[in-house]
């Protein structure tokens, strides 16, 4: 159940580029979310890729941090909060979150904040 397995990331270039060129987008700081609603042979609801800007943080240490934050937060989050949802509409979606805050946030703070994204990406998806 709190799993986060291969199928569910997002690795896929033209996936990953049709995402960002044709995808919605929203913003629930320190979070930047992107979605667009998959092809219909995905197996998974959702596909999901984190991104950190190399230009905010310049030290690798400081991104995989928030990576790892973000994936925790997001595999904890992910089930009861996104997936019972897009079972009930039956669209699977691929999805990008990338961080923009301006400081390292600790992990209960990033929590709060990934299930407050998560509700609003559900009721942008009908």
Request: glycine share 2%; hydrophobic share 40%.
């Amino acid at each position: 159940m709190y799993t986060f397995k291969k199928e569910e990331r997002l690795c896929n270039k033209k996936l990953i580029e049709r995402l960002f060129h044709n995808g919605s987008s929203f913003l629930c700081y320190p979070f930047k979310v992107s979605w667009l609603i998959a092809p219909d042979n995905q197996t998974v609801s959702a596909q999901v890729l984190f991104a950190v800007a190399k230009k905010r943080y310049k030290r690798a240490v400081d991104r995989n941090l928030l990576k790892r934050r973000m994936r925790e937060a997001y595999r904890l989050a992910k089930h009861d909060h996104l997936y019972n949802h897009l079972v009930a509409v039956e669209k699977p979606i691929l999805l990008s979150i990338g961080y923009i805050g301006k400081e390292i946030e600790d992990y209960a703070m990033m929590e709060k904040k990934m299930q407050k994204a998560l509700a609003q990406l559900c009721t942008q998806i009908v």
